[in-house]
């Protein structure tokens, strides 16, 4: 077994992105910026998790580095990890790219908006969105980004369905969703440096 030096800081979306290889690091920049002020508003989702304005994007980069952190233990098991942390930290950035324009908010309360209320419609969207900017994903990473979620409908017990790097995408996911719902806290986060972007 390798010795673990696990990455104890908190790093911004920003520094996140940076750590994504291009030509998809230039990209998702793009993405970020074309898109910043609704990625700022839009909750983490409907009633779940990081339910606050800005939640979408406390989720995602509470997501990444929750996944530089995995990456690093899992690797110093020495036992192969047949992707890189760049294709890890892509499928995160990536994985929830319809909630800014899905979650609706009025009075208070979250809906999904029409058109985009059902796990077909939310996977359109996004496959569009990256059509749009001219992403294209390897096949692994196809694969990572469909079953971040899940397999759903997909599953079979004849053939493995989910990859390995949806399998530790969609391990991020789940803890940060049903685990760490209500972080990065507002103040007082244990994760040193850890807060929400607008608490920064």
């Not at 077994?1 to 990455?7: A, T």
């Not at 979650?103 to 979250?110: R, T």
Request: proline share 3%; aromatic share 12%.
């Amino acid at each position: 077994m390798r010795e673990i030096h696990l990455r104890l800081d908190y790093l911004s979306i920003e520094a996140l992105i940076d750590l994504i290889d291009e030509p998809n690091r230039g990209i998702c920049k793009r993405i970020l910026a074309d898109h910043r002020s609704l990625f700022e508003k839009a909750r983490g989702s409907t009633h779940n998790h990081q339910t606050w304005d800005g939640g979408y994007i406390d989720h995602v980069t509470d997501g990444m580095n929750y996944g530089r952190h995995l990456y690093a233990f899992d690797e110093a098991f020495g036992r192969p990890l047949p992707f890189s942390l760049s294709d890890a930290l892509l499928v995160f950035f990536l994985h929830d790219l319809e909630k800014p324009w899905r979650i609706l908010v009025k009075d208070g309360q979250s809906s999904n908006r029409e058109g985009l209320a059902t796990k077909d419609e939310f996977k359109k969207f996004r496959e569009d969105k990256l059509a749009e900017y001219g992403l294209m994903l390897t096949p692994a990473q196809l694969n990572g980004f469909t079953y971040v979620e899940g397999e759903y409908k997909d599953y079979s017990s004849t053939h493995r369905v989910m990859n390995e790097l949806a399998a530790f995408c969609h391990k991020i996911d789940n803890w940060c969703a049903r685990g760490w719902y209500n972080y990065p806290k507002a103040t007082g986060d244990e994760w040193t440096g850890a807060t929400r972007f607008r608490t920064v």
